[in-house]
């Protein structure tokens, strides 16, 4: 009888290592193993999680390299959007598991695949995250959880591994740290606790740099075009760019708190230094080149974008109508941003925009006006009145 085939997503862990020889040996399936890079693996981790998948039983693996396209379809908007959840987070590793799920799902009926799965325990929010887009993108596709249906320990896995005679180093790390273009979350020990951060080892980037910094950061319609006047055609280059840059001195660290999509309150720590950067200057060239309005309508948008993209809804097709605003929104939004780095902190010095609304043939705020008279500002000052002036008449009139 010719097997079942089912992928599944490979990180190379405990988890998705103990997947992999339990559906093939215990269920019977044949194997497929796939990793979605979203830009937080290197080639070299790349190599040694391919190897490690052959090693285990693998059958075919495969490296998807959706980077560009993640940039393209998610954090080009979030940037849009200044999106920041919780006004904290710039929602970081966990809008790539959206993307990874659609890149596995995708692979998955390329090969013809009848089952697809996962290494996700049942106390977070990856495992909503893979089963949601799985089921929208491949309904007829039976999803397989073996980690979390079986609510397995740590130590029985390594074990059934061992007894089959796969032997790796999985020491639990004091820390469970995640990287991605989009920044890096840490996890583990002050994280579980509500009185405690993380102390200065538990981040992966440690502070090197002394002293000040100049960083300048040029955009083109929104879009981050160049570092410090060097231009980049891929905008994942300029990203990584800023973080080797800004990284060394320790910026974009803070702590999450907020509710996951199961219900129950989560507290991860987090270093960003480019998303913070980038998104903070572009909110600030913002300021100087939108209307109010623009600005009050986007901050609402990209709350609502941040938060159904955080909580796995990004294949609804309202995310595609706030990007179409999103997009339309930028088209002034060009120049450049100075930002002066120094260890743990930044300042936003200023903006260079030809499209500078604080530049115009009208007046200077606190200065002189040129396009209005005295007389103008005072009768539209007593127009502008006139509600309240009624409101507390009448109030007036009932003893009030």
């Known amino acids: 009888m010719e097997k079942k085939k089912v992928v599944l997503a490979f990180s190379g862990g405990l988890d998705t290592s103990f997947c992999v020889k339990y559906l093939s040996e215990e269920l019977g399936y044949e194997v497929y193993t796939a990793i979605a890079n979203t830009g937080?693996?290197?080639d070299e981790e790349l190599a040694s999680i391919e190897e490690r998948a052959y090693s285990l039983g693998s059958k075919q693996h495969a490296t998807l390299d959706i980077t560009e396209e993640y940039y393209e379809r998610s954090i080009k908007y979030m940037v849009f959007g200044n999106v920041l959840r919780n006004g904290t987070y710039p929602i970081s590793v966990s809008s790539e598991r959206i993307f990874q799920a659609m890149a596995i799902i995708q692979f998955a009926k390329e090969v013809g695949a009848d089952c697809v799965a996962h290494g996700s325990t049942g106390a977070g929010n990856d495992q909503v995250r893979f089963d949601?887009?799985?089921q929208i993108m491949a309904p007829e596709i039976e999803i397989i959880t073996p980690t979390r249906d079986m609510t397995l320990t740590r130590e029985y896995e390594i074990n059934y591994l061992k007894e089959r005679g796969y032997v790796a180093d999985f020491t639990k790390l004091e820390y469970s740290?995640?990287?991605g273009l989009w920044g890096t979350s840490i996890g583990g020990k002050e994280t579980l606790r509500s009185e405690q951060t993380l102390p200065e080892h538990a981040y992966p980037s440690q502070v090197t740099a002394e002293g000040e910094e100049s960083l300048k950061l040029g955009f083109v319609k929104g879009e981050i075009s160049t570092v410090n006047g060097v231009e980049y055609a891929s905008k994942v280059d300029a990203i990584r760019a800023v973080e080797a840059i800004?990284?060394?001195?320790?910026?974009g660290r803070d702590m999450h708190i907020g509710d996951t999509i199961i219900g129950?309150?989560?507290r991860v720590g987090f270093e960003a230094a480019a998303p913070m950067l980038i998104i903070n200057a572009h909110k600030m060239l913002e300021k100087h080149t939108l209307t109010k309005w623009q600005m009050y309508w986007k901050d609402q948008v990209g709350t609502w974008y941040g938060m159904f993209?955080?909580?796995?809804?990004?294949?609804?097709?309202v995310m595609r109508d706030i990007e179409a605003m999103l997009l339309h929104s930028q088209e002034n939004v060009t120049g450049v941003v100075e930002i002066m780095l120094r260890p743990l902190s930044y300042t936003l010095v200023g903006v260079e925009s030809s499209f500078d609304l604080m530049k115009?043939?009208?007046?200077?705020?606190?200065?002189?006006?040129?396009?209005?008279s005295a007389d103008d500002v005072k009768g539209f000052t007593k127009i502008m009145a006139n509600p309240l002036k009624i409101y507390y008449n009448n109030q007036k009139k009932n003893g009030k």
């Open 360 to 372: 115009t043939d009208f007046g200077e705020y606190g200065e002189v006006n040129k396009a209005w």
């Open 309 to 317: 993209l955080h909580e796995a809804q990004y294949l609804d097709p």
């Open 40 to 42: 937080g693996f290197s």
């Open 246 to 251: 800004a990284s060394k001195y320790g910026i």
């Open 132 to 134: 949601l887009t799985f």
């Open 177 to 179: 740290i995640n990287k």
């Open 264 to 266: 129950i309150k989560g």
